[in-house]
């Protein structure tokens, strides 16, 4: 019995001892993580960096335009007829003047015969009328009858005349005719569309702005404007009408403006965005447009600061500002609070970032920040 008692109390000290061997190497390890996360410094952030620059802008006014003919025409039959040719090819560019559609004109030109021939006898009727007159060989009756039948005679051949013209269709406007609506042998009703005619070259660009622009908007002012099927492309223009009303409903001013457009890639209906600008300039603050965080408690950056954390050291830590933005161009976006020009911000890897962390600037792979960026080609 007394071996027993022995043998365990040898089994229970052993286990204690086990035990506390492996707590005592346990917190050993914990303490010295603890001190090791005490002194961990975590390793700087890699992030570009950019200068907030004083630059001028010319005042510019945006807006959202319809691109409109400077004359556009739906060419119609104006007299019912058949159609016998068509001289025009589909897409294709036309001048003033040149033939596009004829119609069936065979029984009008037969009439026009007809009444040539009847208006050259009342000719020659009226002449004998008058010889006689001089002669006192007929009544003045017998002249006035004369001379209207005369004059009836001319005005019959000339309404032919002007049927026959209006049956053939010719361009009013040198332009640019679309897809055709008739087929040879088509008979056709007064009013029937044959094709929509387009002049291109100048073009019409169509906005609105809001009243609080008409103290700035002139005649003549320079017009700048992008079409998003051609982002590489910018058409510079000016502002050529003005209405004269303000809409009641959306107090805004309709204004157009003029564009060149000699290799005809606008089109009327086309969208395009257009900015008025103003022949004054001011001073702006602009920063890279990458740089800002924005949050729906205010948009902020990171400007990047010189801190000594030992004699001899010095490291680069982020101070987060909050900032009030202004007009945006291209890549840049105008600073209007919260900012000093040649400071220098975080302009990549913002994202990463609390404020006070430590960052390593490495410029090498920033992207290029551009007034007027262009797509790269692929």
């Known amino acids: 019995m007394k071996t027993k008692t022995k043998l365990w109390i040898g089994i229970v000290a052993g286990l204690l001892l086990v035990v506390g061997t492996l707590g005592g190497v346990k917190a050993a390890q914990i303490g010295s993580m603890i001190d090791a996360g005490k002194s ?23 807006g959202v335009a319809t691109l409109v003919a400077v004359q556009g025409v739906t060419l119609a039959a104006e007299l019912p007829g058949v159609v016998r040719e068509i001289a025009f090819q589909s897409g294709t560019s036309v001048k003033r003047g040149q033939v596009l559609v004829k119609f069936d004109t065979s029984t009008e030109e037969a009439q026009l015969a007809a009444s040539v021939a009847d208006a050259s006898l009342a000719r020659i009727n009226l002449e004998r009328a008058v010889t006689l007159r001089q002669g006192g060989s007929s009544a003045q009756a ?3 009858v004369a001379e209207a039948r005369a004059k009836q005679a001319d005005a019959a051949v000339q309404s032919l005349q002007a049927t026959i013209a209006k049956k053939t269709i010719r361009a ?41 622009s008409l103290a700035d908007l002139r005649l003549r002012q320079r017009v700048r404007m992008r079409v998003d099927i051609f982002p590489g492309s910018t058409w510079e ?23 060149e457009n000699p290799d005809g890639r606008l089109k009327p209906g086309m969208f395009a965005s ?13 920063i890279p447009a990458t740089a800002v965080i924005y949050a729906p408690y205010g948009d902020s950056v990171f400007v990047l600061e010189e801190k000594g954390d030992a004699p001899g050291k010095a490291a680069t830590v982020a101070r987060q500002k909050f900032v009030r933005l202004g007009e945006r161009r291209g890549d840049f976006v105008e600073a209007v609070s919260g900012l000093s020009a040649g400071e220098t911000i975080v302009s ?4 990463k970032l609390r404020n006070g962390s430590a960052v390593a600037v490495n410029n090498a792979l920033a992207p290029d920040v551009e007034m007027a960026p262009r797509p790269a080609d692929r």
């Open 40 to 62: 961990f410094v975590p390793p700087p952030e890699s992030v570009a960096s950019a200068k907030v620059e004083a630059v001028e802008w010319a005042a510019t006014r945006a």
């Open 142 to 144: 017998d002249l006035d």
């Open 172 to 212: 009013p406007f040198d332009g640019r005719i679309a897809i055709r609506q008739v087929e040879l042998g088509q008979v056709v009703a007064a009013g029937t569309p044959i094709a929509s005619l387009q002049s291109v070259s100048p073009i019409h660009a169509e906005f609105w702005s809001p009243q609080q």
């Open 237 to 259: 223009g000016e502002v050529t009408t003005i209405n004269p009303e303000v809409e009641v409903a959306t107090r805004n001013v309709r204004v157009r403006a003029t564009f």
């Open 274 to 286: 257009v900015e008025v600008v103003s022949s004054e300039k001011r001073s702006v603050l602009v």
């Open 348 to 351: 990549g890897g913002a994202f």
